[in-house]
């Protein structure tokens, strides 16, 4: 079983202790004024362009991105769909700081960028960005379950403005994704091949490739490609989780130019994510060249690896493509720099565009063919040790197709590009390759013993079509024959389990006889409202936390407690201490022979630590009955009159125990 901890813990998911602890948060928040009503000055109003859903560090997170025309505080503001009426959000709603800064010039504006944690399990949410009377138009999605077998999309190279006819390419670009999530409706991420746009820094390509709903509806997770490099719209459009952008994994070495760059990983489910700036190929261009990728990828793999069962890479220049982008130069460097690292690391598949034409390649092991009787489209492949699948996507928006090339007699193994000796029109590294210059996608199922990998069409020779329609490229797709949504190709990854005999079981929920807790009901934020002023001497906010749930049926009737600590209270760089929080616990509903833990007072009565320490909310002695119990207590905020105005919020972390 692999566990790993989250940024955030789900209010309503239900807690199990067999032995040890386990935590769970509450926000609390506070609004402190003068006691004194006085007039606001109304905030400069910005209009919101540009807004798109990005993936999170881990299921319970996505990222919000968007542009912004004036510079002002924003936020996100986030709550469960069912409890948004009529587009107004509750006042339970959970706000977001964004960060971000000003754009180069050619984009005009500001950029801002958000995370959103804390999410939960099978829910639907909805979203804008701004700030309080300036909103976006509200958006939404939907998490699914946070464990087990899910599908994600790839993308490869949209490119839009490529075709030099920006709206034929944007029809075409949203004509995929609704064919893709139409067929796919229940996909859980959307993965970029990169190249999003023709030029950089055009913003009017941007706009036609953010334009589709989906990309506020589903998260999507970017890669650099080298289209994308020259510039910083990239960085600006396109926020990502834990990236390292520090100068080797930039192409010049310098992310403070006119460039994007770095790398980043994240985890889903059971899939660690690893996507590379593959621009930074040389150190001859100023940066670290492919030797720093090694260094990052090792580096994440030993960190992360252990916490999931899938390794996939992204990057956008294939190594192992079928068209002319397979000769170039930088492509055989790197697939003389990358792929032993890649089989000794134990990376299971790498996804790429670039080359505007699809390939599946054999299970390659050290720049070789791991078994040389794998046969051309093979439909299942069994790798052993250091076997990796390499895969690369076609148009995903029609703009621009290459032509399958032929092998040449450059070499059949390592950098070289010599003929497959069972298909001799094919690379050698090549299982599949297709090109019909019709747009399409691959789908790829993330299950438990396997990884299944599909090319499926999603356009026809029909418009839209641009490089087709504009007499770029000419079709050869038979639409009757190979219609939309028809199977390119289809291979499926079993994996490797040694010499040995894995043994594998699927644990359900527990049954009844165990200890559980839960904060009853949605966990909302703990609004004390606005501070009363005593006499000047200090400020006071009174309140209740939300009531816990204890449930225990275990046989051995073995103790329990909850306890909890709230950290400081802040505003930007205003602070002031938990320690001035205090409580009154109380038995809400009896049973589970809960009892409650003594009062703590604000440390602003004799100096105490208040809920800056852990302090115990219930408890229940060893031989105590079966059953439910609530556990509540009465908040009491007392505030130093030196305090500055502000809106504070601090965090309640509630922690479990049992034996």
């Known amino acids: 079983m692999i566990s790993r901890p989250s940024s955030s813990a789900s209010g309503s998911a239900r807690r199990r202790v067999a032995t040890g602890a386990a935590a769970a948060f509450l926000g609390l928040t506070v609004a ?88 939960r399990e099978h829910t639907a949410y909805s979203y804008r960005v701004g700030s309080e009377g300036n909103w976006s138009s509200a958006y939404s999605f939907k998490t699914q379950d946070f464990k087990g077998d899910y599908d994600f999309l790839f993308f490869g190279d949209p490119q839009i403005g490529s075709s030099g006819n920006t709206g034929k390419d944007q029809a075409g670009w949203q004509d995929t994704l609704d064919v893709a999530l139409g067929a796919n409706p229940d996909s859980e991420l959307l993965v970029s091949g990169g190249d999003h746009v023709e030029t950089a820094n055009t913003e009017s390509q941007w706009n036609a490739f953010l334009a589709p709903d989906q990309l506020r509806q589903y998260p999507w997770a970017a890669t650099i490609g080298n289209h994308d490099v020259g510039g910083k719209a990239y960085e600006q459009h396109l926020y990502t989780p834990n990236t390292d952008r520090s100068a080797p994994l930039y192409s010049n070495g310098q992310p403070g130019s006119n460039t994007s760059g770095g790398n980043y990983w994240y985890i889903y489910k059971d899939v660690l994510f690893i996507d590379i700036n593959s621009n930074s190929y040389a150190t001859s261009q100023g940066g670290g060249g492919d030797a720093a990728h090694i260094g990052y990828v090792t580096d994440v793999i030993n960190k992360h690896g252990s916490e999931a069962k899938w390794k996939v890479l992204v990057f956008h220049h294939a190594m192992y493509s079928p068209a002319s982008h397979a000769k170039d130069s930088d492509a055989k460097v790197r697939r003389g720099d990358l792929p032993a690292a890649f089989s000794k690391l134990g990376v299971d598949l790498v996804l790429a565009g670039h080359d505007h034409a699809y390939s599946r390649s054999y299970l390659l092991k050290n720049s070789e063919k791991q078994n040389k009787d794998e046969q051309p489209g093979a439909a299942d492949v069994y790798p052993g040790p250091g076997g990796v699948l390499y895969v690369t996507a076609n148009s995903a928006s029609g703009s621009k197709y290459y032509g399958i090339t032929k092998p040449d007699t450059s070499g059949t193994s390592g ?93 359900p929920n527990a049954a009844p006889g165990e200890f559980g807790w839960t904060i009853d009901g949605y966990n909302g934020l703990v609004d004390l409202g606005t501070a009363k002023d005593h006499d000047g001497d200090y400020f006071q906010a009174t309140g209740r936390i939300n009531p816990i749930l204890v449930s225990d049926s275990r046989r051995s009737l073995a103790p329990w407690s909850i306890s909890a600590a709230v950290g400081d209270f802040k505003d930007a760089d205003k602070v002031f201490s938990g320690a001035y929080l205090g409580w009154t616990p109380n038995v809400l509903q009896e049973g589970a022979g809960a009892k409650a833990s003594g009062e703590v007072a604000s440390g602003y009565d004799g100096g105490g630590a208040g809920l800056s320490v852990s302090r115990g909310l219930g408890w229940a002695d060893q031989g105590h009955p079966k059953g439910k119990a609530k556990l509540g207590a009465d908040l009491d905020l007392r505030i130093p009159s030196s305090v500055d105005k502000g809106a504070y919020r601090a965090t309640l972390t509630i922690t479990a125990l049992s034996s």
């Open 32 to 119: 402190l004024g003068s006691g004194l009503a006085s007039p606001v000055q109304a905030a400069e109003t910005s209009t919101f362009t540009g807004i798109i859903l990005g993936v999170g560090a881990n299921e319970s997170q996505r990222t919000v991105t968007w542009y912004s025309s004036a510079d002002t505080a924003q936020k996100v503001q986030l709550a469960p769909t069912a409890q948004v009426d009529k587009g107004e959000f509750p006042a339970s709603a959970i706000t977001f700081d964004a960060l971000g800064g000003e754009n180069i010039a050619t984009s005009g504006g500001y950029n801002r960028h958000a995370t959103l944690t804390g999410l």
């Open 415 to 507: 950098a070289g590009n010599g003929a497959d000796p069972l298909n001799p029109g094919n690379y050698w590294y090549n299982s599949v390759q297709n090109q019909e210059n019709v747009r399409s996608y691959v789908k790829v199922k993330v299950r438990n013993d396997k990884l299944v990998v599909e090319n499926l069409r999603s356009g026809t020779c029909a418009a839209p079509n641009a490089a087709v329609e504009l007499g770029q490229s000419s079709c050869v797709n038979t639409p009757s024959g190979q219609p939309v949504g028809s199977v390119v190709d289809k291979v499926t990854v079993h994996p490797y389990h040694g010499d040995g005999q894995d043994i594998q079981v699927n644990v």
